[in-house]
């Protein structure tokens, strides 16, 4: 893999793990565009450790540092194999291997034609619609030792990895959802928007 330099930017704020637990929708944190992390210091690392455990405790496969309120561009993933799943294209890679890994400032390019598949949210809980997207993507992020890598991603990982993406960005899934999904969720969005306050 690659190594490219990396940046000397500061991490945008320090944040405590352990005020960091997951943001429902509408939490405004979700609507926040993140801001490039930057250095890799102790305080971006104890986040991480922190962000898998809420991720592990909610039963994902992924969370972005935004569903945790913190507008950082980062998140981190843990996309089991899918036996079911046939090979997966050259040079690409379809889950996680059974470890979590911390992606950090990511780029993304995408590749292979779109595929519309089921999706949920861990901050839209009870709430899943069709989100078109394409099915191959490389990314290049930063992992915990403050250096680049690349991944080639397809199937589950692919999505997973735009799906968090998304996150950075301040889009959800049902900025996604097609017209019928929209009507289908209104009611249960509308119960989460009641709930919060």
């Known amino acids: 893999?690659?190594?490219?330099?990396?940046?000397?930017?500061?991490?945008?704020?320090?944040?405590?793990?352990?005020?960091?637990?997951?943001?429902?929708?509408?939490?405004?944190?979700l609507r926040t565009k993140a801001s490039p992390v930057g250095e890799v210091d102790e305080n971006v690392q104890r986040v991480a450790s922190r962000m898998i455990e809420v991720m592990r405790q909610e039963e994902g496969i992924g969370l972005a540092a935004p569903q945790v309120g913190l507008?950082?561009?980062?998140?981190?993933?843990i996309v089991p194999a899918d036996p079911q799943a046939g090979p997966a294209p050259e040079g690409c890679v379809q889950d996680t291997g059974g470890k979590p890994i911390v992606c950090i400032d990511p780029k993304l390019t995408y590749a292979g034609d779109l595929e519309s598949l089921e999706e949920g949210c861990l901050s839209l809980p009870d709430i899943r619609g069709q989100v078109n997207r394409p099915a191959m993507v490389a990314m290049e992020a930063t992992g915990l030792d403050g250096k680049r890598y690349t991944i080639q991603a397809a199937s589950l990982l692919a999505r997973c990895i735009q799906h968090e993406t998304d996150h950075l960005d301040g889009v959800l899934i049902i900025d996604k959802f097609g017209q019928l999904d929209r009507l289908r969720t209104r009611s249960a969005l509308r119960r989460l928007e009641r709930k919060a306050r």
């Open 71 to 77: 507008p950082w561009r980062m998140f981190v993933c």
């Open 1 to 29: 893999m690659p190594q490219h330099a990396q940046s000397t930017a500061r991490t945008p704020t320090e944040a405590d793990p352990s005020d960091l637990h997951l943001r429902i929708h509408p939490d405004q944190a």
